[in-house]
């Protein structure tokens, strides 16, 4: 590519815009499907009347949620847009490249606030901000942006050449000119946009980091760059939006304060003569010790059939480092094998030399100097580390506190505040091994206890604090370390925890790890780390299966890849059940490929009359063991 | 798939290192006003038809490139046979022109004929094309009249990826005549100008195409304003493309074409490279207009028909613009004189 249609600026043209109203088509000369006014019936009318007034209101649901971003001296400006209402912004890496790591915003409300980088990947061009100064901000959510379509209407807003006074966002429509576009990078692995989506709503400076809406209101992508040639910096019809799931992909990363890298399976394939071939390898790497070598076939990726290696490339583009990549090839003897690796990352270059320092600094220059030490200090962090743990303990209460709020607003009035006693069947392979009943308490307490068709009965017990187990008449204390072995304990603990106070805090201080996949969707995962420096985790996923926001418990395991002693389960089918909300359906799983070994399925669920200081009296059960 | 783009942050001073430029510019765009891609209403579904429809009898162009010219077109498909209509241009004089269609097979092209006015080219690939555009001998579309614009700008799709689509409306039917210089666009018939953006590099052969898939014309070269840095979003109407595909010429009943023959005053101007130096004259050619008229070396013309000529540029557009046979008055300036000298242009013979 000529060098001199690859820069890179960041900067700026004003534009006043007249906006042109256009009506409906004339007689055309030939008959055709699309009718002229003169043709349309009243009720084709009335349809286009409909269309109309939901478009003006899906403008009023969303423009509040759109942000004027601007550094303190408000000598520049970006975009975003709020996705959470406590304030969380979604912009472009390139965004807060120019205006540092803390600024002011405006609102459609007409209001500024403050806000503060959270995390940025300077990989696939997003970064996270946080609003402050409102405990409520009206804000947008993201769309399944793999329903989108060559063709859909595509509405862009933002604060293209800084044009608004009254913070108000510009709105263009247009429609989606393609999707799963590839648009290369800059520098070192950085601001590639892969598996985008081009429009041709007008995308000007200063639109970077607004989020484009499709006509239900929910944000399909954040609008980052157009093709600019040789005309200066103005929208020639061609702008590429990030799509909303690779914001979802990397979202729990940024918001865990991360400088998040891009991940690579450090492979190559490429197209020949008709299929995907793996060109190079590096023969250290994790996918080549799961089996992947020269020449194998790649067939599916992340569960997406591969016909090309643009395909391949799209895809990987729109993964964090760390992100567990299912992979299926076939071999040179024709044999089909799955891989499950966590991808590496692609490392970014080092910035330079520190930003100089003036020896008198008059106080202006001295928050310029801050600011770009301070941006300095960001591209130079450890990336995939936590580098902001108070910001980052706020997000683990946040999202805990959200979990809450979601069970309440499932179970409403029928909440109740009583133990239950739930009853599962447990399947090996597909067939019914015997019977688990768990016995759950709000307060945290749970009593389980395994029935194997074919063997003696197991029981297991958490107090709230302590653990025990009766395997072979007698009950033994069970360590923390011992406990997380067990699924069984482990999935009844889980569901009486979410409900609890203060959920998983008995297995440590709890912090936000990262992102990562849980029942095959984008997850926050949080890290729960002892007195003993053992670990514990769970996942939360953000979204359900249609893409709507849901705050739930998706999974949790001792172990990150559910390797080694630790077993994992998964959580599916959430639905309230004698006053509690219950995953009706439980998995065991083992290992990253996460490969199933015990099935619950909820056979029954009801109130229980004795409460926990009956049943989870661990003392008592103790004693009567001597 | 190398694409170019580039970010969208606004911003006047630099923060790391990154560089901040700030600019200002007054730009106009119409946009249209509604409406919803919804499968309840006619609009929605025939949008989506319509991309479909042209998607399957697309092609994109690669030929070679040359410093600054991009080795890169759209094309259409026109015919059963594998007739292939691109827009006229450099890089269809590599050794080799490749067609790759709409399911990402690559076929070797040769080129038929090509039209120096309109700017188009004709293909031949050995390859049954069942898909293709019918092409109308009549104007297809009014002023109005919604339509998709389909054109690999940028040579943002590769392989099978499709191209991109751009929405817009019938601007205007009208030619353009007296309104930019011969250099840039030969042709002054009638022209159908969008308001979807297709001015790009590597547009050019694209499909226009309204809501019910016919083809409107097809995206021509661009066209670039010196002056104020904007382009023309047009096409070359279908009954023109009809006629060029046929080789038989338009017919009748197809727009009329009063096209006057250019005239040519039988000037050499004094070039210095620069655009904006006056306009002196360097050279009178023998027994041209000019010299019939009495204009000499070194004059400085000043105006033509009234029109001020400050600038090599004003002096280039003026004259493109004179009818052969139509009297102007040239005004002069000779030492310290001025002059008005009335000129009958000859015809222009087609230029090399």
């Known amino acids: ?626 | 798939m190398k694409k170019v783009s580039q970010s969208c942050f606004w911003s006047r001073q630099s923060l790391g290192r990154f560089v901040a430029v700030w600019l200002a510019a007054v730009g106009m765009a119409f946009s249209c006003g509604w409406l919803r891609a919804q499968s309840d209403l006619p609009i929605g579904n025939a949008l989506q038809s319509a991309i479909d429809y042209g998607q399957a009898r697309m092609v994109k162009v690669i030929g070679a490139g040359a410093g600054r010219v991009e080795g890169y077109g759209t094309g259409i498909i026109v015919s059963a046979d594998g007739q292939i209509l691109t827009s006229q241009g450099v890089f269809l004089d590599g050794q080799q022109t490749r067609v790759i269609l709409a399911d990402g097979s690559t076929q070797e092209a040769t080129v038929l004929r090509r039209d120096r006015e309109l700017q188009l080219a004709l293909l031949k690939i050995e390859r049954p094309t069942p898909e293709y555009f019918e092409l109308s001998s009549r104007p297809v579309g009014e002023q109005g009249d919604w339509v998709v614009a389909l054109n690999n700008a940028f040579k943002v799709a590769d392989k099978s990826e499709p191209v991109s689509v751009m929405f817009g409306v019938i601007a205007l039917r009208t030619t353009m005549e007296a309104r930019l210089n011969e250099r840039d666009v030969a042709y002054r018939g009638e022209l159908v100008l969008i308001d979807a953006i297709t001015s790009n590099p590597g547009a050019a052969g694209g499909a226009v195409l309204t809501l019910d898939g016919r083809l409107v014309g097809v995206i021509g070269k661009i066209i670039n304003s010196t002056e104020t840095n904007t382009r023309l979003n047009y096409a070359v109407p279908v009954e023109l493309v009809a006629a060029f595909v046929t080789g038989k010429g338009l017919e009748s009943t197809a727009t009329e074409r009063t096209v006057g023959k250019v005239g040519d005053l039988g000037i050499r101007i004094m070039e210095l490279g620069g655009r904006k130096d006056p306009a002196y004259i360097d050279r009178v050619v023998r027994g041209g207009p000019a010299e019939l008229a009495g204009l000499k070396p070194d004059d400085l013309i000043v105006s033509i028909g009234g029109e001020k000529i400050g600038t090599v540029r004003d002096y280039l557009q003026v004259a493109d613009r004179l009818e052969a046979g139509q009297e102007v008055i040239i005004v002069v300036k000779r030492g310290l004189e001025l002059l008005r000298l009335p000129v009958v242009p000859a015809e222009r013979k087609e230029r090399p």
């Not at chain 1, 100089?356 to 030490?373: A, D, G, H, I």
């Not at chain 1, 809450?404 to 179970?411: D, S």
Request: with cysteine; hydrophobic share 40%; charged share 20%.
């Open chain 1, 1 to 626: 590519m000529n060098a001199f249609l690859t820069r890179h600026f960041f900067f700026c043209l004003a534009v006043a815009s007249f906006f042109s109203g256009l009506g409906w088509t004339t007689p055309s000369p030939a008959p055709a499907q699309v009718q002229s006014a003169s043709e349309m019936t009243d009720g084709e009318w009335e349809l286009v009347r409909a269309a109309e007034r939901q478009r003006l209101e899906a403008i009023r649901l969303v423009e509040g949620s759109v942000v004027a971003i601007y550094d303190f001296g408000r000598q520049g400006g970006g975009s975003g847009v709020v996705i959470d209402s406590s304030g969380i912004v979604v912009t472009n890496h390139h965004v807060i490249m120019g205006a540092g790591i803390k600024g002011v915003a405006g609102l459609a409300d007409g209001q500024l606030y403050d806000w503060d980088l959270v995390g940025t990947d300077p990989g696939g061009d997003v970064a996270v901000i946080q609003l402050k100064g409102k405990s409520a901000f009206p804000r947008s959510r993201l769309a399944d942006s793999e329903t989108v379509r060559v063709g859909d209407w595509a509405l862009a807003m933002g604060n293209p050449f800084v044009l608004t006074e009254d913070q108000a966002p510009t709105i263009t429509l247009g429609i989606v000119s393609g999707i799963k576009r590839f648009q290369e990078g800059a520098g070192q692995n950085q601001l590639v946009y892969g598996n985008c989506i081009q429009v041709d709503s007008s995308i000007n400076p200063g639109n970077s980091g607004g989020p484009l809406f499709n006509l239900s209101g929910r944000v399909i992508g954040i609008n980052g760059r157009g093709s600019f040639l040789d005309r200066g910096r103005v929208n020639v019809g061609l702008g590429y939006a990030i799509s909303s799931n690779q914001i979802k992909n990397f979202l729990p990363d940024l918001l865990a304060t991360k400088l998040v890298e891009h991940g690579t399976l450090d492979a190559n394939f490429s197209d020949q003569g008709g299929r995907v071939v793996c060109s190079t390898i590096n023969e250290v790497a994790p996918v080549a010790e799961a089996g992947l070598e020269l020449g194998d076939e790649l067939l599916e990726f992340e569960g997406e059939v591969i016909g090309s290696a643009n395909q391949y490339m799209n895809l990987i583009c729109t993964l964090p480092a760390d992100w567990p990549a299912r992979l299926k090839v076939r071999k040179a003897d024709d044999s089909v094998q799955e891989i499950v690796v966590r991808l590496l990352g692609l490392p970014y270059a080092k910035p330079g030399q520190p930003p100089p320092k003036k020896e008198n600094p008059k106080p202006e220059e001295r928050q310029q100097q801050e600011l770009q030490q301070a941006m300095f200090d960001l591209l130079a962090a450890e990336p995939g580390t936590v580098r902001l743990p108070d910001v980052n303990r706020h997000y683990v209460n946040h999202y805990l506190g959200k979990i809450k709020v979601w069970l309440g607003a499932q179970l409403g009035e029928a909440g109740a505040n009583s133990p239950v006693l739930l009853v599962d069947e447990v399947f090996r392979n597909g067939e019914q091994i015997g019977r688990c009943s768990s016995r759950l308490d709000p307060g945290g307490a749970v009593r389980v206890t395994w029935q194997p068709g074919d063997g003696e009965i197991e029981e297991y017990l958490f107090d709230g604090q302590r653990f025990a187990a009766n395997r072979g008449g007698a009950w033994k204390e069970l360590s923390a370390t011992e406990a997380k072995q067990s699924p069984l304990l482990l999935q009844a603990m889980a569901l009486a925890s979410v409900r609890s106070e203060a959920p998983f805090a008995r297995f440590g201080s709890i912090s936000l790890d990262g992102g990562d996949k849980a029942t095959g969707r984008p997850a926050l995962r949080f890290k729960c780390l002892d007195a003993d420096e053992d670990w514990f985790y769970f996942w939360v996923n953000l979204y359900d299966a249609n893409s709507d926001e849901a705050e739930y418990l998706a999974q949790v395991s001792a172990d990150k890849d559910c390797e080694g002693k630790g077993r994992g389960v998964t959580f599916a089918d959430w639905q309230p059940q004698a006053g509690w909300m219950i995953a009706r359906q439980r998995t065991v799983i083992h290992g990253l490929n996460q490969v199933a070994e015990l099935e619950l399925r909820m056979a029954s669920a009801e109130p229980l009359a004795e409460p926990a200081t009956d049943w989870a009296n661990i003392e008592a059960l103790l004693e009567a063991k001597q």
